[in-house]
């Protein structure tokens, strides 16, 4: 297949990239770089992209630990490509694509489980596939497709104006598109839980808890204050839920309260 004069035969049979050998928690041992992996074959309705950058999240520990691996065991074994989410430049797409040879796109990895991208090519299907903002580097738009989604998510469902929020991790991909957001919707308070204070606090977040040294759920201040309309674990788990309920910080289930957890692999 070919678009816009753009041949597979332009490419080398092979490429660098990153390869995880088995589950493990123990990065060092269980992943090295390939020199000479073979090419992804672009299918029709993909788009074939030469990487520029690889944004890593959660999920991608998740595979790599086999924590998950009921649903999001790499379909091809071991040893498979880790990393979904990336930016780079289109090479290769159908005939009738939105997209050429040349574009500067983003795209996410496809459900459920992120693969392919630490890769100097990767190929995607297109609804995955979209331009990346003209005014963001490379980094920042692999750092858009996922996190950047699942914040804006979350706030359209999830938020009202006038709510109180408490965001727990507050410093990684979801958590600093989802206090910024929140505010935009009309959060008329937003704490969260980082080291970053002043990253954060330029992001519109009214109050930041050093985790480090005050207990989120001990905090005097927030304690004393009208209890959160929502909470957002984006970093504990299921410690988290159960301090939001001792301490009632969070309002009821019947009073509209809602704990929304992005990261608990316990049942609740």
Not at 43 to 69: K, Y
Not at 119 to 135: D, H, I, Q, R
Not at 218 to 238: K, M, N, R, S, T
Request: aromatic fraction near 8%; glycine fraction near 8%; proline fraction near 6%.
């Amino acid at each position: 297949m070919s678009v816009a004069g753009a041949e597979n035969k332009e490419l080398p049979p092979t490429m660098k990239c990153i390869l995880a050998s088995s589950h493990g928690t123990d990065i060092n041992s269980l992943i090295s770089m390939s020199e000479d992996h073979p090419q992804p074959t672009r299918n029709e309705g993909e788009i074939l992209i030469q990487v520029q950058a690889c944004a890593l999240a959660p999920g991608d520990v998740r595979v790599l630990s086999g924590h998950c691996d009921y649903f999001q065991e790499p379909p091809e074994g071991f040893p498979y490509i880790p990393g979904g989410d990336v930016s780079g430049v289109v090479v290769e797409a159908d005939a009738q694509s939105r997209f050429k040879k040349g574009d500067i796109v983003m795209a996410m990895f496809e459900l459920p489980r992120p693969l392919h991208g630490l890769a100097e090519f990767v190929s995607v299907k297109e609804n995955l596939v979209e331009m990346a903002p003209k005014n963001a580097s490379p980094v920042e738009s692999a750092a858009l497709t996922s996190s950047a989604l699942s914040a804006y998510l979350a706030v359209k469902k999830f938020v009202k104006p006038g709510y109180r929020i408490l965001v727990l991790g507050g410093s990684g991909g979801v958590g600093t598109f989802f206090i910024q957001l929140a505010k935009k919707e009309g959060a008329s308070f937003v704490a969260t839980t980082s080291t970053e204070k002043d990253l954060l606090l330029s992001l519109g977040a009214d109050k930041v808890i050093n985790y480090k040294e005050v207990n989120w759920w001990e905090d005097q201040e927030l304690l004393a204050a009208e209890p959160f309309d929502l909470i957002v674990d984006l970093a504990i788990g299921y410690e988290a839920w159960v301090h939001a309920n001792k301490s009632h910080m969070l309002k009821t289930r019947k009073s509209g309260g809602l704990f929304l957890a992005f990261a608990s692999d316990e049942p609740l």
